[in-house]
């Protein structure tokens, strides 16, 4: 039997596995959703959905497979959701904006991946796959096009169920991820709009190291990050004591919870995260809300159910409603068992329509 708990080496070793447990996994369409023909569209809110975002996924049994989107937007459609929000096409992101975030070098390798037989973006975990650079650069306009949205008034909230890839790097691909679409929004955010103070929350079973670490020295990008002890999972990082360096110190929060911790420990530990961003005043919300700390999940070990996401995404609209003229953005980052991230992802919406 393989063993998953391995803080520090890769995620190769679980593929084969977890593909197993996925396949494996029927889709259950939940009935209990409310029902939207009483009650009219939000248009303060924007999902992103369509093709080209559905293409960011791993072939051959791979956990992110291209399913993923279409598991969530069947179970949205079962609760009305679909008729509750205004619903926005994907967009491919331009080089120039990659670049924002990621270095040229890195840009150029994903863009000659398949034409240079490159089998891997990283070491072992990120696959190439066909159209892999322009399915990634989806991701990344996505996450713009919602910025533009929101900047210009046309909406206050989106939610982008493909998105949140936060283990990349600015110099490279890891974990599963291939460009860091919360990245190159943080570099947007600043440098197109002059938002200064952006809070970044993160609530995926993993650490988000791709953006913790990129701001570590930042004092300006504020982190809440609630997730399992690296020390049993990959990346292997997000210990308490991380709480920023230089002038940045104290600006970040990493909450990381035991194996087997469920929505007690996280409600325990909410507290903390609402804390932390009140003393700092963000003017702009972004929402890592991954599915995969869902009771079930084949690479993690936590125990949640869809209520956590339901009580984080409440909470972060009415911060931001506070702090923010209500400017938040979700993102739905990991989540492998296509049941859990389906009703979790639906959970931010209801409460991004609600809130």
């Known amino acids: 039997m393989i063993d998953r708990r391995s803080g520090t080496g890769s995620r190769r070793e679980f593929l084969l596995a977890a593909a197993t447990a996925v396949a494996g996994t029927a889709l259950h369409l939940s009935g209990n959703g409310r029902a939207a023909d009483k009650r009219t569209m939000n248009t303060q809110v924007g999902l992103y959905y369509g093709d080209a975002l559905a293409r960011y996924g791993f072939p051959a049994g791979h956990p992110l497979g291209a399913d993923r989107q279409g598991a969530f937007w069947r179970e949205a459609v079962t609760r009305g959701l679909d008729r509750r929000v205004h619903t926005y096409a994907p967009r491919i992101a331009t080089r120039d904006e990659i670049l924002r975030f990621h270095s040229e070098a890195h840009v150029q390798r994903v863009a000659q991946a398949e034409s240079q037989g490159l089998e891997f973006l990283d070491q072992v975990d990120t696959p190439v796959f066909p159209g892999v650079f322009e399915a990634s650069a989806t991701v990344v306009g996505s996450a713009l096009d919602g910025l533009e949205r929101i900047a210009s008034g046309g909406c206050r909230r989106t939610f982008q169920p ?19 679409d919360l990245g190159v929004a943080i570099e947007t955010l600043r440098a197109k709009y002059s938002v200064q103070r952006i809070a970044y929350v993160d609530i995926d079973v993993h650490h988000g190291d791709g953006v913790f670490y990129a701001y570590e020295r930042d004092p300006d990008v504020i982190v809440a990050d609630i997730h399992e002890d690296g020390r049993y999972l990959y990346p292997g990082t997000g210990r308490a004591e991380e709480t920023g360096k230089g002038n940045a110190a104290g600006t970040k929060l990493n909450i990381p ?7 007690k420990e996280f409600l325990d530990a909410w507290p903390r995260v609402v804390a932390h961003l ?4 963000p003017q702009f919300f972004l929402f890592q809300a991954g599915a995969d700390g869902l009771e079930g999940d084949p690479l993690a070990h936590l125990r949640y159910s869809p209520q956590v996401h339901a009580h984080a995404a409440r909470s972060l609209c009415h911060l931001a409603d ?21 009703k979790a992802w ?3 919406v209801r409460e991004f329509v609600d809130s």
Do not use: T
Request: hydrophobic share 35%; aromatic share 12%.
């Open 162 to 180: 493909i998105g949140g890839l936060h283990h990349a790097r600015r110099d490279g691909s890891a974990g599963f991820c291939v460009f860091n």
């Open 257 to 263: 919870l035991a194996p087997g911790a469920g929505d």
């Open 278 to 281: 009140r003393q700092f005043k």
């Open 322 to 342: 506070q702090f923010a003229d209500g400017r938040i953005m979700g993102f739905g980052g990991g989540g492998y068992k296509r049941e859990n991230l389906s």
């Open 346 to 348: 639906c959970e931010v």
